[in-house]
């Protein structure tokens, strides 16, 4: 069971969103103020196509259907650990 949420893509080898040509995407500077906040948020990276000149953002990391499953399995666990915790609390403490 693959026990991360998040998985990190590498845009450097994959295709173009543009043209579909792969491994022509290299990473880009920031040119305003709205690509330097994008860029500080750690959320998405700038990317330019060498071959059409495609320039956009990339998210750094993706969700894939594993994800769901690992994250309801997380939540099932908390709620389960918080309900066990609140019953010994109960028992114990309780009034």
Do not use: D
């Not at 906040?37 to 060498?50: D, P, W």
């Not at 259907?65 to 010994?88: D, E, G, N, P």
């Amino acid at each position: 069971m693959q026990l991360r949420i998040f998985f990190k893509t590498f845009p450097e080898t994959s295709k173009c969103p543009s043209c579909g040509k792969i491994g022509t995407i290299r990473r880009s500077r920031t040119k305003n103020f709205v690509e330097s906040s994008i860029k500080l948020s750690r959320v998405a990276n700038l990317y330019k196509c060498r071959e059409c000149g495609w320039r956009g953002m990339l998210k750094k990391y993706t969700v894939n259907k594993y994800s769901f499953i690992t994250m309801f399995f997380y939540i099932v666990l908390v709620v389960s650990v918080a309900y066990i915790i609140r019953q010994v609390l109960m028992n114990n403490f309780g009034t």
